[in-house]
């Protein structure tokens, strides 16, 4: 990713921030590869190059958040041990949780989708402001926002980890309406994977 479309990502920030303050209405944007107009994210933008920390938004106790400075890249070992840390943490799944980080971002915490979803668990800023995350890149906080979110959707559905994981993926409204799976491929094709994964089909 060039500079000038970090900055372009910034400003799209900025601009979402001051449309909550504003308080006009704007729906909040889902977790995870599904835009609020029904548009997939298979198209990644790779991953942030190192720039100056980026200022602006929210965090979920009205503060402001703080700067969005390039971290370290982990590796996947050491993501996979904040994976089992988180999951005994938020009392989740451990495989559950890394079944959905290898599904959303492949253990990229700087990976960026198309509709704007950042870091290891795919989190739209929104979404990530509202689960008191402040840097979406940085792997323990986004782990943490995703497993609660994540853990929020088992619970709303009573366990049912793929209604859970199709309402990460496209949105629980988008789940209620259907009272299933919607029927939208990226998502069907979303919770085959992973209940694959999970030996569960």
């Known amino acids: 990713m060039t500079a000038g479309r970090r900055q372009e990502f910034q400003n799209?920030?900025?601009?979402?921030?001051?449309?909550?303050?504003?308080?006009?209405?704007t729906p909040a944007p889902l977790v995870g590869n599904i835009s609020m107009n029904g548009s997939t994210g298979d198209e990644k933008l790779g991953p942030l190059p190192p720039a100056s920390p980026m200022d602006g938004g929210f965090n979920i106790s009205g503060g402001p958040i703080a700067n969005l400075a390039s971290h370290?890249?982990?590796?996947?070992?050491?993501?996979q041990g904040l994976i089992a840390q988180v999951a005994r943490e938020q009392n989740i799944d451990h495989s559950l949780l890394r079944a959905v980080v290898e599904a959303e971002s492949d253990y990229n915490q700087d990976e960026v989708s198309k509709t704007g979803a950042m870091g290891l668990m795919q989190l739209m800023p929104d979404?990530?402001?509202?689960?008191?995350?402040?840097?979406?890149?940085?792997?323990?906080?986004?782990?943490?926002?995703?497993?609660?979110?994540?853990?929020?959707?088992?619970?709303?559905y009573n366990g049912n980890t793929?209604?859970?994981?199709?309402?990460?993926?496209?949105g629980p409204?988008?789940?209620?309406?259907?009272?299933?799976?919607?029927?939208?491929?990226?998502?069907?094709n979303y919770v085959n994977r992973i209940m694959t994964q999970l030996g569960k089909r």
């Open 72 to 79: 370290p890249q982990a590796d996947k070992m050491h993501v």
């Open 173 to 188: 409204t988008r789940v209620d309406q259907a009272k299933g799976i919607p029927n939208i491929p990226e998502t069907q």
């Open 162 to 170: 793929e209604m859970a994981l199709a309402a990460y993926n496209a």
């Open 12 to 25: 799209q920030l900025d601009r979402e921030t001051q449309r909550k303050i504003e308080g006009d209405g």
């Open 127 to 156: 979404t990530a402001k509202t689960l008191g995350v402040v840097d979406p890149f940085n792997p323990y906080e986004n782990l943490t926002g995703g497993a609660k979110y994540l853990s929020q959707m088992m619970k709303r």
